[in-house]
T-cell receptor, first 112, second 111 residues
């Protein structure tokens, strides 16, 4: 039981490049989330999903897109990376809407 | 606007020196308050959920309490392995889709 895994662990992009971050969970959770964590700030919700085939915007969705084609996977895409998107990205999942979230190990992204 | 403020930003303790971390919040319709522990380079790890004022939860050397405006994480006789950043998160009426995290308190326990 691996819990929540994220790929890749590190990535460096040039401004304007695109990439996709992959999150996978093996706990059969319905809800999945993408957060970003910046120094001195709390985790901020980018997008979330309440089930396979569904996605919704969180607090800071601009510049990101997501897809949930399979229940266990949640993808975060950056179509045209900007330096302001330099951050650590965390994926999380939960059984229900109000339950504790289980986080992945994070992806450190640098955009130059 | 919903806000979560944690204090202090950083705390250094000697092994065995008990202390408390504070999380003050403003939210309409609190659904739950969560405490997480985050080690360097890793994702947050769930510790506690508190749902109503007066509730308390304990786990080893940690005890979390909740009032209508704030929560405390009490650490009794800490050990070096308790060193980590502790995050507080407040859940509004919409659940996890409506969550606000504090910036965290970085705790260092010296042997």
């Amino acid at each position: 039981n691996a819990g929540v895994t994220q790929t890749p662990k590190f990535r460096v992009l040039k401004t304007g490049q695109s990439m996709t971050l992959l999150c996978a969970q093996d706990m059969n959770h319905e809800y999945m989330y993408w957060y970003r964590q910046d120094p001195g700030m709390g985790l901020r919700l980018i997008h979330y999903s309440v089930g396979e085939g569904t996605t919704a915007k969180g607090e800071v969705p601009d510049g990101y897109n997501v897809s949930r084609l399979k229940k266990q996977n949640f993808l975060l895409g950056l179509e045209s990376a900007a330096p302001s998107q330099t951050s650590v990205y965390f994926c999380a999942s939960s059984i229900g809407l109000g339950g504790a979230q289980y986080f992945g190990p994070g992806t450190r992204l640098t955009v130059t | 606007e919903d806000q979560v403020t944690q204090s202090p930003e950083a705390l250094r303790l000697q092994e065995g020196e008990s202390s408390s971390l504070n999380c003050s919040y403003t939210v309409s319709g609190l659904r739950g308050l969560f405490w997480y522990r985050q080690d360097p380079g890793k994702g947050p790890e769930f510790l506690f959920t508190l749902y109503s004022a007066g509730e308390e939860k304990e786990k080893e050397r940690l005890k979390a309490t909740l009032t209508k405006k704030e929560s405390f994480l009490h650490i009794t006789a800490p050990k070096p392995e308790d060193s980590a950043t502790y995050l507080c998160a407040v859940q509004g009426p919409l659940g996890n889709n409506d969550m606000r995290f504090g910036a965290g308190t970085r705790l260092t326990v010296k042997p």
